[in-house]
């Protein structure tokens, strides 16, 4: 600390809980606050910043002000860099990537109820933390995590509810451990708060939402695809997320490894939405001998929180590993120092971490096209619905009708251009959804074309005559 350096100090009278707290003005070791003598509106007296030019810069008031209500710069002073050496002064090597291992479950066939298969999907992933509390119809998640995660060593804990599940996965995740929590219906809910702090946090972590009928308890063993627009605008602030949508146990366990490797890749939380059918479905599924991981990349030494990439993915440390971390949720430069006033911080964080996900759409997206040639009537479908979508086109097809499929594994980033495209190929697309139409107005977004939903509202799986029924112009069940 040097007193070379001059220091602005910003206090947010509004945030300052004043004479209930006062702690900036003991703590300041150069005697720079003092406490107020102004009351304002709400009754309080917010201390005051009163001999600002003694100031060295310490931070020690930024830091332990509770309500985050002061922030110290440096006047004319460049992003400061918190560390770059481990400590012991030795250089760790760079780490990360893609790597090729070994199935955690034996190759072959094997038979489960899709929370199960999402569960050692999980494993095979890497997780080695689960924090959660149970809801139906998600529970069984959290009770094959529970035996799993003893037999490999890893951490379970039942929480007390689920705010505290999502920060305790996020708390592992920056501890260096792949983590995951699941649930349902109101305790997504619960848990989108925390979401959005992983969003700010560039915090790797995957959050199972197995769809229950809403809202609110509504249905709890009742299937629906309600939570669609939750998982994308559910946070608040508004930045692009990654969602998933399982068909099968098959895609609950192989969509469950590929949400760690994107949560790994991009340092996201990634949403698996699944839905009660999917979850509690029992069928077969294949692993195969190995698979492709990726673990976060790290570079001691490098901003935790910034790339030169406008549209890149920073170097993430752990909690242990040397490096001075300062993680907040609070608009924060490349080192983590926050930056509660800067424009230029605030638009520059919050478009990257934005961009390192519409940047990189092509590797995110994943869909599979149905009954393609000549198809005039496209039905996009997803999650369990698409099984009964399926089954109604394979039946229209067998009467002529020239209609094909778009089932889309990945629904945000939402592949407007893959609609875009169909569109210029066909006529009409036609969305059955287990809701009251969310996927289809994003459909309709991206096309001139007409867009028709079919929509089914009442807890059960999506019935296959209600979409065979308006694929060949019929009145539906
Ligand atoms: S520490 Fe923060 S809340 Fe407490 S008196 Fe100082 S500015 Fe106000
Ligand atoms: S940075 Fe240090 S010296 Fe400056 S006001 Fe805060 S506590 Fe006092």
Redesign the pocket.
């Known amino acids: 600390?040097s007193k070379d350096r001059t220091?602005t100090?910003q206090l947010d009278e509004d945030l300052c809980k004043g004479s209930d707290c006062y702690i900036?003005v003991n703590?300041?070791?150069?005697?720079?606050?003092a406490e107020g003598e102004r009351i304002t509106p709400k009754g309080l007296r917010p201390s005051q910043?009163k001999d600002?030019d003694?100031?060295?810069?310490?931070?020690?008031?930024?830091f332990?002000c509770p309500d985050l209500g002061?922030t110290?710069e440096e006047v004319g002073g460049t992003e400061r860099v918190i560390t770059s050496t481990p400590k012991g002064g030795a250089t760790a090597p760079a780490s990360g990537g893609w790597t090729t291992v070994q199935s955690s479950l034996d190759p072959g066939t094997h038979y489960m109820i899709g929370d199960e298969a999402c569960a050692e999907g999980a494993i095979a992933a890497g997780c080695r933390f689960y924090a959660g509390y149970p809801i139906t119809p998600a529970s069984e998640i959290m009770v094959h995590m529970a035996k799993r995660l003893v037999q490999t060593d890893g951490v379970f804990i039942q929480m007390e509810d689920e705010i505290g599940s999502m920060a305790a996965v996020i708390g592992a995740s920056w501890a260096g451990i792949k983590s995951m929590t699941a649930t349902a219906g109101p305790g997504f809910s619960l848990m989108t708060e925390n979401v959005g702090y992983a969003c700010m946090t560039e915090t790797p972590c995957v959050v199972v939402d197995v769809q229950r009928a809403g809202p609110s308890t509504g249905q709890a063993s009742r299937p629906a695809s309600g939570d669609v627009m939750q998982a994308k605008w559910g946070t608040h602030g508004g930045v692009e997320i990654i969602a998933l949508a399982p068909w099968s146990v098959q895609e609950m366990y192989d969509l469950t490894i590929k949400a760690f490797n994107l949560a790994e890749r991009f340092r996201v939380p990634v949403i698996l939405l699944a839905d009660a059918v999917t979850g509690h479905l029992r069928e077969s599924f294949q692993v195969e001998e190995t698979m492709e991981l990726f673990d976060r990349i790290k570079v001691p030494g490098a901003p935790p929180f910034g790339s030169d990439d406008e549209s890149g993915v920073p170097s993430m440390p752990s909690f242990g590993e040397g490096e001075e971390l300062l993680i907040t949720g609070s608009t924060h430069d490349r080192y983590g120092v926050r930056k509660t006033a800067d424009p230029v911080v605030h638009e520059r964080l919050v478009k990257r971490i934005s961009k390192k996900i519409i940047a990189h759409m092509e590797e995110i997206t994943d869909y599979e096209l149905y009954f393609e040639d000549g198809a005039q009537r496209v039905v996009v479908a997803y999650g369990s619905t698409a099984r009964s979508a399926l089954w109604a086109v394979k039946a229209a097809r067998e009467r002529g009708e020239r209609v094909g499929m778009l089932r889309l594994k990945s629904l945000w980033p939402f592949p407007g251009e893959l609609i875009r495209d169909w569109g210029r190929r066909c006529e009409e697309f036609i969305v059955p959804e287990t809701n009251l139409g969310q996927i289809s107005q994003v459909v309709q977004q991206h096309t001139a074309n007409p867009v028709s939903l079919v929509s089914q509202t009442n807890g059960e799986i999506m019935d296959p005559r209600r979409v065979r029924d308006f694929l060949m112009g019929r009145k539906s069940h």
């Open positions: 600390m220091f100090i900036c703590a300041c070791p150069k005697g720079v606050f910043v600002p003694e100031c060295i810069g310490c931070e020690i008031c930024e332990l002061i110290v």
